[in-house]
Nanobody
Framework: QAQLVESGGGLVQAGGSPRLSCVVS????????MGWFRQAPGREREFVVA????????FYTDSVKGRFTISRDNAKNSVYLQVNSLKPEDTAVYYC???????????????????WGQGTQVTVSS
Protein backbone atom coordinates (compact mmCIF):
# COMPACT_ATOMS: atom_id res chain seq x y z
CA GLN A 1 0.00 0.00 0.00
CA ALA A 2 1.57 3.26 -1.12
CA GLN A 3 1.31 6.38 0.98
CA LEU A 4 1.32 9.78 -0.68
CA VAL A 5 2.18 13.05 1.00
CA GLU A 6 1.71 16.39 -0.73
CA SER A 7 3.37 19.68 0.15
CA GLY A 8 3.93 23.12 -1.28
CA GLY A 9 0.50 24.66 -0.96
CA GLY A 10 -0.45 27.79 0.91
CA LEU A 11 -1.66 31.33 0.35
CA VAL A 12 -0.36 32.66 -2.95
CA GLN A 13 -0.98 35.92 -4.77
CA ALA A 14 -2.57 35.83 -8.19
CA GLY A 15 0.13 35.41 -10.79
CA GLY A 16 2.29 33.43 -8.40
CA SER A 17 4.12 30.21 -9.26
CA PRO A 18 4.34 27.68 -6.46
CA ARG A 19 5.56 24.15 -6.94
CA LEU A 20 3.61 21.34 -5.38
CA SER A 21 5.39 18.13 -4.43
CA CYS A 22 4.22 14.62 -3.69
CA VAL A 23 6.38 11.93 -2.14
CA VAL A 24 5.27 8.32 -2.46
CA SER A 25 6.36 5.53 -0.16
CA UNK A 26 7.32 2.09 -1.39
CA UNK A 27 9.33 0.54 -4.17
CA UNK A 28 6.66 0.57 -6.86
CA UNK A 29 6.66 4.31 -7.51
CA UNK A 30 8.50 4.03 -10.81
CA UNK A 31 5.74 1.79 -12.16
CA UNK A 32 2.86 4.12 -11.28
CA UNK A 33 1.03 6.54 -13.46
CA MET A 34 0.82 9.67 -11.33
CA GLY A 35 -1.86 12.32 -11.40
CA TRP A 36 -2.89 15.57 -9.81
CA PHE A 37 -6.50 16.37 -9.09
CA ARG A 38 -8.09 19.33 -7.35
CA GLN A 39 -11.29 20.15 -5.55
CA ALA A 40 -12.53 23.70 -5.20
CA PRO A 41 -14.98 24.70 -2.46
CA GLY A 42 -18.48 23.52 -3.29
CA ARG A 43 -17.35 21.72 -6.42
CA GLU A 44 -16.59 18.16 -7.39
CA ARG A 45 -13.05 16.90 -7.62
CA GLU A 46 -11.58 17.44 -11.07
CA PHE A 47 -8.65 16.04 -12.97
CA VAL A 48 -5.69 18.35 -13.60
CA VAL A 49 -2.83 16.40 -15.14
CA ALA A 50 -1.20 12.97 -15.27
CA UNK A 51 2.20 11.60 -16.19
CA UNK A 52 3.29 8.16 -17.35
CA UNK A 53 5.54 5.90 -15.31
CA UNK A 54 8.67 7.04 -17.14
CA UNK A 55 7.73 10.69 -17.51
CA UNK A 56 7.60 10.36 -21.27
CA UNK A 57 3.94 11.15 -21.68
CA UNK A 58 1.62 13.64 -20.04
CA PHE A 59 -2.05 14.49 -20.24
CA TYR A 60 -3.44 17.87 -19.18
CA THR A 61 -6.92 19.16 -18.75
CA ASP A 62 -7.53 22.08 -21.11
CA SER A 63 -7.93 24.72 -18.42
CA VAL A 64 -4.34 24.38 -17.22
CA LYS A 65 -2.47 23.77 -20.44
CA GLY A 66 0.39 26.18 -20.80
CA ARG A 67 0.29 27.17 -17.11
CA PHE A 68 0.86 23.94 -15.19
CA THR A 69 3.70 21.47 -15.70
CA ILE A 70 3.93 18.00 -14.21
CA SER A 71 7.22 16.18 -13.75
CA ARG A 72 8.57 13.26 -11.78
CA ASP A 73 11.80 12.00 -10.32
CA ASN A 74 11.70 8.24 -9.92
CA ALA A 75 14.95 8.25 -7.96
CA LYS A 76 13.25 10.38 -5.33
CA ASN A 77 9.82 8.74 -5.47
CA SER A 78 8.41 12.16 -6.19
CA VAL A 79 6.08 13.91 -8.57
CA TYR A 80 5.82 17.66 -8.93
CA LEU A 81 3.32 20.18 -10.20
CA GLN A 82 4.73 23.53 -11.25
CA VAL A 83 1.88 25.97 -11.18
CA ASN A 84 2.38 29.25 -13.03
CA SER A 85 0.27 32.36 -13.47
CA LEU A 86 -2.13 31.39 -10.73
CA LYS A 87 -5.68 32.66 -10.92
CA PRO A 88 -8.25 32.96 -8.13
CA GLU A 89 -10.21 30.13 -9.76
CA ASP A 90 -7.23 27.83 -9.16
CA THR A 91 -8.02 27.93 -5.44
CA ALA A 92 -8.56 24.33 -4.38
CA VAL A 93 -7.23 21.41 -2.44
CA TYR A 94 -4.74 19.68 -4.72
CA TYR A 95 -4.45 15.92 -4.48
CA CYS A 96 -1.73 13.62 -5.70
CA UNK A 97 -2.83 10.17 -6.86
CA UNK A 98 -1.17 7.00 -8.10
CA UNK A 99 -2.50 4.44 -10.54
CA UNK A 100 -1.24 0.99 -11.32
CA UNK A 101 -2.71 1.38 -14.81
CA UNK A 102 -0.83 2.79 -17.75
CA UNK A 103 -1.54 6.44 -18.54
CA UNK A 104 -3.55 5.60 -21.64
CA UNK A 105 -6.05 3.75 -19.47
CA UNK A 106 -5.82 5.68 -16.22
CA UNK A 107 -6.33 8.89 -18.11
CA UNK A 108 -8.15 11.52 -16.07
CA UNK A 109 -10.64 9.26 -14.36
CA UNK A 110 -10.31 9.40 -10.60
CA UNK A 111 -11.76 5.93 -10.25
CA UNK A 112 -8.70 4.56 -12.07
CA UNK A 113 -6.34 5.84 -9.39
CA UNK A 114 -5.68 3.53 -6.49
CA UNK A 115 -3.78 5.60 -3.95
CA TRP A 116 -4.42 9.15 -2.83
CA GLY A 117 -2.75 11.73 -0.67
CA GLN A 118 -4.47 13.91 1.88
CA GLY A 119 -4.18 17.00 -0.26
CA THR A 120 -2.55 20.39 0.01
CA GLN A 121 -4.55 23.61 0.04
CA VAL A 122 -3.73 26.28 -2.51
CA THR A 123 -5.48 29.59 -1.94
CA VAL A 124 -5.01 32.33 -4.51
CA SER A 125 -5.55 35.89 -3.39
CA SER A 126 -6.47 38.53 -5.92
Amino acid sequence: QAQLVESGGGLVQAGGSPRLSCVVSGRAFSSYTMGWFRQAPGREREFVVAISWDGGNTFYTDSVKGRFTISRDNAKNSVYLQVNSLKPEDTAVYYCAASTYRLAFANGHGSNYHYWGQGTQVTVSS
